[in-house]
C-alpha cells in the first residue's frame, strides 16, 4: 500500500484537527475550573465577613460557641460541593479526551489490519504460514487492547463510585457531627 501527497496531507489536516479539539475542550475545563475558584472565592470571602460580623456581635461565651458550631455544617456541605464540582469538571474533560483517543487508536487499527491485507496478499508463494501467523499475533494485539481499554473504562467506574460513596459518608459525618453541637 502506498501512500499519495494528498492522503499524507489529508492526514496530517485531520490529526491537526483533532490536535485543535482536544486543546480547545482542555482549556474549557481549564475555564470552568477557573470561573469556579474564583466564584467560590468570593462567596468564601463574603460569608466569612458575615461570620465574623456575627460572632463579633455575640453576647457571651454560649452565643459565640453556638455561632462556631453552626458554620461547621454549612462549611463541609459547601466543601464537598466544591469537590464534587471538580470532579465533574475533569470527568467530563478526560471524558472527552478519552473519546478522541480511542478514536485515533481505532482508526490506527483498521490502516494498520489494511496494510497487513495488502502485505498478505503481496506475500511471495510459500510464506503463507508465516502471514497467517503473524495476522494472528496481529489480531491477538489488537484483542489485548480492547481488553486493557475495557478494564481501564471498568476501573473509572470504580473509582467514580467509591468518590460517590466517600463524599456522601463525609457529608453525613458533617451532619451529625453538626447535630450534636
Do not use: C, W
Not at 5 to 26: D, G, P, V, Y
Request: hydrophobic share 45%; no cysteine; aromatic share 6%.
Amino acid at each position: 500500500m502506498t501512500y499519495t501527497a494528498e492522503q499524507i496531507i489529508a492526514s496530517n489536516k485531520a490529526n491537526a484537527q483533532a490536535f485543535e479539539e482536544l486543546t480547545t475542550n482542555a482549556y474549557a475545563g481549564f475555564e470552568k475550573l477557573v470561573e469556579l475558584n474564583m466564584t467560590t472565592s468570593k462567596t468564601l470571602l463574603g460569608e466569612t465577613f458575615s461570620h465574623f460580623q456575627s460572632v463579633l456581635g455575640a453576647k457571651d461565651a454560649q452565643e459565640f460557641l453556638a455561632l462556631q458550631a453552626g458554620l461547621l455544617q454549612p462549611t463541609a456541605e459547601k466543601s464537598v460541593a466544591y469537590g464534587r464540582h471538580v470532579y465533574s469538571i475533569a470527568t467530563e474533560s478526560g471524558a472527552e479526551f478519552t473519546k478522541a483517543v480511542e478514536a485515533k487508536i481505532a482508526e490506527a487499527q483498521t490502516e494498520f489490519g489494511a496494510v497487513v491485507e495488502n502485505l498478505a496478499k503481496n506475500a511471495p508463494a510459500g510464506t503463507e504460514t508465516a502471514v497467517a501467523a503473524f495476522k494472528s499475533a496481529i489480531s491477538a494485539s489488537q484483542s489485548a487492547v480492547e481488553t486493557a481499554q475495557k478494564s481501564a473504562r471498568q476501573a473509572v467506574k470504580a473509582v467514580e463510585a467509591n468518590i460517590t460513596a466517600a463524599t456522601n459518608q463525609a457529608v453525613d459525618v458533617a451532619t451529625k457531627v453538626a447535630k450534636k453541637r
